[in-house]
């Protein structure tokens, strides 16, 4: 089976960087997703790491590393607006099209 | 493309009555799924369909929940009889080939749609 392992919440100030991290006990997957989900939204996509490395876009970047069984989410220039849930996923190897989410981390940016 | 329409976006409703949600995916895309999420249980998956038909719903918690899609644009998702502790917020995502992307890329992007409030009393 599939599990995958984030903080729960993590604070940090406006302008800062901040690290999510994610680990995972996978069989086997495609790739490690990133998606953000503010209060009372639905969650939308934010990066993909198909393979091990490092995936920058904007303020955003994402981190893979299959050998470490690890990866995580970089976001620099903290602004209140990144305030939200931030949840890995992985694409499962047997059943392809499928994504099997985290359980989200908290991320409160405070001025 | 409006994205992923949900309807209804809040419904509450007495336990043992039948609830019915509705989701049209984004024109094109292949695949369908639907979501349910809550505080202790996270963003759980209950079931996802190809070309229209139920590939896997291993998620779906009882007999009391099926999903159905009759046609690529149209799905439905019905609760019969309802529970309280079937409240929860239920998401129909979609999911297809992007142009210009890779196969492999394309289908770790799903579209949520905004989600439909879910209240049993």
Redesign the interface.
């Given at each position: 089976g599939q599990s995958l392992e984030q903080p729960s919440e993590v604070t940090a100030v406006e302008g800062a960087i901040v690290q999510i991290n994610c680990t995972y006990q996978t069989s086997g997957f495609?790739?490690l997703?990133w998606y953000q989900q503010h209060d009372g939204?639905?969650?939308?996509?934010l990066s993909?790491n198909?393979l091990d490395g490092l995936e920058e876009t904007g303020r955003f970047s994402s981190f893979l590393s299959r050998s470490d069984s690890y990866g995580y989410l970089l976001l620099q220039e903290l602004q209140m607006k990144d305030s939200a849930s931030y949840?890995c996923a992985v694409?499962d190897l047997d059943?392809?099209?499928?994504?099997?989410?985290g359980?989200?981390t908290r991320l409160l940016v405070r001025p | 493309d409006a994205g992923v329409i949900q309807s209804p976006r809040h419904e509450v409703t007495e336990m043992g009555q039948e609830v019915t949600l509705r989701c049209k995916p984004i024109s094109g895309h292949d695949y369908l799924f639907w979501y349910r999420q809550t505080m202790m249980r996270g963003l759980e998956l209950l079931i996802y369909f190809n070309n229209n038909v139920p590939i896997d719903d291993s998620g779906m918690p009882e007999d009391r929940f099926s999903a159905k899609m009759p046609n690529a644009s149209f799905s439905t998702l019905k609760i019969q009889p309802s529970e309280p502790r079937d409240s929860a917020v239920y998401f129909c995502a979609s999911s297809g080939a992007i142009p210009g992307l890779s196969r492999a890329y394309s289908y770790n992007e799903q579209f949520f749609g905004p989600g439909t409030r879910l209240t049993v009393l």
């Amino acid at each position: 089976g599939q599990s995958l392992e984030q903080p729960s919440e993590v604070t940090a100030v406006e302008g800062a960087i901040v690290q999510i991290n994610c680990t995972y006990q996978t069989s086997g997957f495609y790739g490690l997703s990133w998606y953000q989900q503010h209060d009372g939204g639905a969650p939308t996509f934010l990066s993909y790491n198909g393979l091990d490395g490092l995936e920058e876009t904007g303020r955003f970047s994402s981190f893979l590393s299959r050998s470490d069984s690890y990866g995580y989410l970089l976001l620099q220039e903290l602004q209140m607006k990144d305030s939200a849930s931030y949840f890995c996923a992985v694409r499962d190897l047997d059943s392809s099209y499928k994504l099997i989410f985290g359980s989200g981390t908290r991320l409160l940016v405070r001025p | 493309d409006a994205g992923v329409i949900q309807s209804p976006r809040h419904e509450v409703t007495e336990m043992g009555q039948e609830v019915t949600l509705r989701c049209k995916p984004i024109s094109g895309h292949d695949y369908l799924f639907w979501y349910r999420q809550t505080m202790m249980r996270g963003l759980e998956l209950l079931i996802y369909f190809n070309n229209n038909v139920p590939i896997d719903d291993s998620g779906m918690p009882e007999d009391r929940f099926s999903a159905k899609m009759p046609n690529a644009s149209f799905s439905t998702l019905k609760i019969q009889p309802s529970e309280p502790r079937d409240s929860a917020v239920y998401f129909c995502a979609s999911s297809g080939a992007i142009p210009g992307l890779s196969r492999a890329y394309s289908y770790n992007e799903q579209f949520f749609g905004p989600g439909t409030r879910l209240t049993v009393l």
